[in-house]
């Protein structure tokens, strides 16, 4: 079972990447408009309007309408979704750091300067207006840092995330094809039970904290609740001034995750009125 996630930079020949390494490892890529269609459609809104928000071109209206807690929520759940499925490339997403920690699965990120970036999209994009084509690239990364930040809480660019980084301006692709199939060659046959476990218990969290979003209102936990699954056992913390908000957590919490043991740790307390 190999499961590979990759950044998602345009003009860092990541795409060429990904295609060396699929084809050497005989994976199926995922691209990131193969998962529009399932999270927009649990959005409610079109596919289109989806990826301009992650490309930051979407118009105030269209981001209005996206539920940013949900379509995080969302894109997770259909990122382990795939990743479950084994033998896998995912590009985009976010994978790449919400699947960092997941034994077995090997975190990715191909880069590369910005001027090499721009030389590299104006060519194919037939461009000769190198202006307009770094401001484009600028809008990506600014859109896609600001989702990785407030979902992970982390720097995409911080070398720590990730397992590999490679520069495409130092490496070729065909080097950075082999770096990242050696070390999936050397992990393929260690990990794979671990990392389904792993994918399983991730999957389940966030089922969970997607159902909290949509079924617990800010009002009733201003600083939220949250789950985390660890071998198949799920752990509810948070904080609340509402005494029912414990049952009803773990009521949404059986409902999403099924017979699973669950540790409420939730605590309420009351309030003390206005001052």
Same mark, same amino acid.
């Given at each position: 079972?190999?499961?590979?996630?990759?950044?998602?930079?345009?003009?860092?020949? *990541? $795409? +060429?990447?990904? /295609?060396?390494? #699929?084809?050497?490892? =005989?994976?199926?890529?995922? &691209?990131?408009?193969?998962?529009?269609?399932?999270?927009?459609?649990?959005?409610?809104?079109?596919?289109?309007?989806?990826?301009?928000?992650?490309?930051?071109?979407?118009?105030?209206?269209?981001?209005?309408?996206?539920?940013?807690?949900?379509?995080?929520?969302?894109?997770?759940?259909?990122?382990?979704?795939?990743?479950?499925?084994?033998?896998?490339?995912?590009?985009?997403?976010?994978?790449?750091?919400?699947?960092?920690?997941?034994?077995?699965?090997?975190?990715?990120?191909?880069?590369?300067?910005?001027?090499?970036?721009?030389?590299?999209?104006?060519?194919?994009?037939? *461009? $000769? +207006?190198?202006? /307009?084509?770094? #401001?484009?690239?600028? =809008?990506?990364?600014?859109? &896609?840092?600001?989702?990785?930040?407030?979902?992970?809480?982390?720097?995409?660019?911080?070398?720590?995330?990730?397992?590999?980084?490679?520069?495409?301006?130092?490496?070729?692709?065909?080097?950075?094809?082999?770096?990242?199939?050696?070390?999936?060659?050397?992990?393929?046959?260690?990990?794979?039970?671990?990392?389904?476990?792993?994918?399983?218990?991730?999957?389940?969290?966030?089922?969970?904290?997607?159902?909290?979003?949509?079924?617990?209102?800010?009002?009733?936990?201003?600083?939220?609740?949250?789950?985390?699954?660890?071998?198949?056992?799920?752990?509810?913390?948070?904080?609340?001034?509402?005494?029912?908000?414990?049952?009803?957590?773990?009521?949404?919490?059986?409902?999403?995750?099924?017979?699973?043991?669950?540790?409420?740790?939730?605590?309420?307390?009351?309030?003390?009125?206005?001052?």
């Amino acid at each position: 079972m190999t499961v590979i996630a990759m950044t998602r930079e345009i003009g860092s020949l *990541s $795409t +060429d990447v990904a /295609a060396g390494l #699929a084809a050497r490892l =005989r994976l199926r890529i995922i &691209r990131f408009e193969d998962v529009a269609d399932r999270v927009a459609r649990r959005l409610g809104v079109d596919p289109a309007s989806l990826l301009r928000y992650f490309d930051g071109s979407a118009s105030f209206l269209e981001r209005w309408k996206i539920d940013r807690r949900k379509l995080l929520g969302y894109t997770a759940e259909e990122v382990l979704h795939l990743a479950q499925r084994g033998n896998v490339l995912i590009k985009g997403w976010g994978a790449a750091t919400l699947l960092r920690n997941v034994p077995g699965v090997i975190s990715v990120r191909v880069c590369a300067p910005m001027a090499f970036r721009v030389r590299v999209m104006m060519d194919r994009l037939g *461009s $000769t +207006d190198a202006g /307009a084509v770094q #401001a484009r690239i600028e =809008r990506e990364d600014d859109a &896609r840092a600001r989702t990785i930040r407030a979902y992970f809480g982390v720097e995409e660019e911080d070398a720590r995330v990730h397992h590999l980084v490679l520069n495409t301006e130092r490496l070729s692709v065909d080097a950075c094809v082999n770096a990242i199939a050696e070390l999936a060659e050397i992990r393929r046959y260690n990990e794979t039970a671990r990392t389904r476990s792993a994918l399983a218990d991730k999957l389940v969290e966030v089922k969970i904290n997607s159902a909290f979003v949509e079924r617990i209102s800010p009002s009733m936990a201003p600083l939220g609740v949250q789950a985390s699954v660890t071998g198949g056992r799920i752990t509810l913390d948070g904080m609340t001034c509402s005494g029912g908000l414990r049952r009803h957590a773990e009521r949404i919490a059986r409902m999403a995750a099924g017979a699973f043991p669950i540790d409420n740790r939730i605590v309420s307390v009351p309030s003390r009125g206005r001052l």
